[in-house]
């Protein structure tokens, strides 16, 4: 077997560097993407609440328009028979 040189351990070494260095860059950016994920999912539960609520408000106001509706007709009626 032949002895390693000085050169081939230097470039042994830069490789190990390079490969940390993309090691790091790589959790960087799963870390990153870990975060927008939550985040957007943070966003689409907001919207999901917000529209539950939109529609509980519709609900409410068409029933309460159904009601005032149907008093309206019943003093409507009422006063024709006078």
């Known amino acids: 077997m032949t002895p390693i040189t000085d050169r081939e351990v230097g470039v042994i070494q830069q490789k ?4 940390e260095h993309r090691q790091r860059n790589d959790r ?3 870390n990153a993407v870990a975060d927008d994920n939550v985040t957007i999912r943070e966003k689409i539960d907001q919207v999901r609440l917000e529209l539950n609520q939109f529609k509980y408000k519709a609900y409410g106001i068409s029933s309460a328009v159904v ?4 008093i309206l007709a019943l003093i409507i009626d009422l006063l024709k028979g006078l």
């Open 28 to 30: 960087m950016i799963i």
């Open 67 to 70: 009601v005032v509706l149907g």
């Open 16 to 19: 190990l560097d390079n490969i």
